[in-house]
């Protein structure tokens, strides 16, 4: 090229620019500084511009890496020279250093760091208009391979925030661009975006937390960063803004924030999860019922954290923060409770608050915890659905239809503190009357109640061993939870129409011992022994109609009720039963429960005087049907400590007249003809059975 072409620079100038030693591009550096403070004594604008259109559009972007750091070394003494008049220029001096900074040579980069630095220096707030442009550039340098290129980075970056801490910074035109560099995967460009925001964050004057929403999602993902440094960075300033939560709370976007801190909740970095745990209990905390319309989410990042049983300190951590929470949760909803009822007392005209509960997105997180594999989970859910239907009743009961599937199948959990609370949920959904005053649910909730109880013997029906591990703890609790005798009742009505009657045989069976054996049936009990009252009598009733699928039931029913008469009546019937193994194993069991406390008072009615002798004679009846056992040899010794007094005595009326006044309450005969009719139906259903059977193989 022609020396022409370069002007106003001299042609030595142009050939020290492009030299590949340094010294001569400096010297070159040299003159340019005191050319361009000669034209801007002179006011010539024109001859400055022209000659950063040289150097920013020949030498910056030239072919030869020597003329490119000739190029940046010359701009940079351009802005030297210019000094606070640097601002009219920024345009041309900052552009075609930005284009160097990402050149493959490395020495060109770091040349273009240097220069920048020097116009930054010498422009300081005038480069503002141009922030967006550095800081992108730094984000992206900041990842340099190049040790010397990082370290001039890190030179203007520290520069660079100097400038808008005392400057007039316009931060809601930066969030877009940090928002955007906060998602980069490097650690290094992390580590970058945090020192900024962390400068941002301590400056007064810049009200950081306001634009918080924008930039939480990335910081919790840089809080996973591998990077130890990064990761502690990350750490501390998420503390700073939590603290800066903290101390002014309304200036904060709470609700903007909760569902990313949901979301990190879930994370599988305990750091992580621990931080937005922490963050979410203090948002609770500090907004109060503004949280409620999120509780769906806040379940779904609580609610599995309740179930860590472990050493390590975080987990534990973890935990205890996620039971704090819930334990907030709940004091809010009683709060909204009170609210509302206060409002309904006042039957204000006043528009009703967002900040309320939705109740269907929170009962289907609920019901969806109820499968989690943790005890604390499902109990901390069974105790919120609870709660959620004691406090509000006429809005639970629309979501009974999901509920109550979901409730049966935890009935066959398998930790015992589990399956009690399910039941206390479902006692309270079956029993409790509900009705706002307007419409009558009642109806609807009361069908539950033969709903559950149908679907309870299903479930025995189709697992035994559901019946054998469960049935007694659930239905004990049931008669703790709920009125025993309406229980009984309910399970023998549906039981009399259920067609496996193999199945009522072994449900009777299970029945009958927990009555006969439980301290929650102790009034119960008490009821059929003594048959005083009318109520008392249909117990006895609808009790007998179902055992009579059950023998030995039977008899142990009306041994319990003093209808020894009775007794011997049914047991003269056992001869023409089928004796099988089964059969004496359930007598077996009735001696050992006639030696228990529970018939305490019938062995003691053997030293009346006169004697009972249809008790004796059932006694023997039921030693005569046993071979020569333990049991038989047990209940043998038992009758020979009968006083031979007793068996001879005239029989006196006084005695026993008063159970027999009792007994006419009961028409016997019409029992016993049903007892008959029931093990007719055993035959007829046992020979079709084996019937079936030989036609299968």
Known sequence: MSEKDYAPLSAACVRALHDKIYDKRKTAALEIEKMVKEFSSANNCGQIKKLLKVLGQDFAVSQNPHARKGGLIGLAAIAIALGKDTGAYTDELIKPILGCLSDQDLRVRYYACESLYNVVKVSRGAVLSHFSAIFNALSKIATDPDQNVKNASELLDRLLKDIVVESNFDLEGFIPLLRERIYTRSSFARQFVISWISVLNTEPDLDLIVYLPDILDGLFIILDDPNLEVKKMCETT???????????????????????????????????????????????????????????????????????DTDARRMTDIKETATAVNYTLLKLIALQQELEDADEIRKSSVEPSQEKLDLPPVVDVLTQYLMHSSIQTKVAVLKWIHDLYMKFPSQMVNHIDLLFPALQRTLADEADQVVQQCLVVIAEVISSPIGDGKTNST???????????????????????????????????????????????????????????????????????????????????????????????????????????????????????????????????????????????????????????????????????????????????????????????????????????????????????????????????????????????????????????????
């Open 443 to 697: 109806d609807k909730t009361s069908t539950y109640y033969n709903k559950f109880v149908i679907s309870l013997l299903q479930s025995f029906n189709n697992d035994k061993r559901l019946l054998d591990e469960r049935g007694s703890f659930i239905i004990r609790q049931l008669c703790v939870l709920l009125n025993a005798e309406e229980i009984y009742k309910s399970l023998a009505s549906i039981l009399l129409k259920e067609p496996n009657l193999k199945f009522v045989r072994l449900m009777v069976e299970h029945l009958n011992m927990i009555l006969l054996t439980s301290s929650e049936l102790f009034e119960m009990r008490n009821k059929l022994k003594e048959l005083k009252t009318e109520e008392s009598k249909s117990l006895f009733c609808c009790l007998y109609s179902t055992w009579c699928h059950n023998p030995i039931a039977t008899v142990s029913l009306c041994l319990l009720s003093q209808n020894y008469e009775h007794v011997c009546e049914l047991i003269k019937l056992f001869g023409n039963l089928e004796i099988t193994v089964d059969f004496l194993m359930e007598i077996d069991k009735l001696v050992q429960l006639i030696e228990s406390p529970i018939f305490a008072y019938l062995r003691l009615e053997l030293l009346e005087v006169p004697c009972d002798k249809n008790l004796v004679r059932a006694l023997y009846g039921l030693l005569m049907l046993l071979p020569q056992t333990e049991a038989f040899n047990t209940l043998k010794i038992r009758l020979s400590c009968i006083p031979s007094l007793h068996l001879t005595t005239e029989e006196s009326t006084t005695p026993h007249a008063k159970k027999q006044s009792l007994k006419n309450l009961i028409d016997f005969k019409t029992l016993l003809e049903h007892f008959k009719e029931v093990q007719e139906k055993h035959k007829v259903y046992k020979q079709a059975i084996r019937a079936k059977e030989i036609l299968n193989l």
């Open 238 to 308: 998420l503390g700073e803004f939590l603290r800066g939560i903290k101390s002014d709370p309304s200036r904060v976007k709470f609700s903007e924030m909760i569902n990313i801190l949901n979301k990190h909740a879930q994370e599988k970095s305990d750091l992580v999860q621990f931080t937005a745990i922490t963050w979410i209990k203090e948002f609770v905390q500090l907004s109060g019922p503004a949280m409620l319309p999120y509780m769906s989410g806040i379940f779904t990042a609580i609610l599995p954290c309740l179930a860590y």
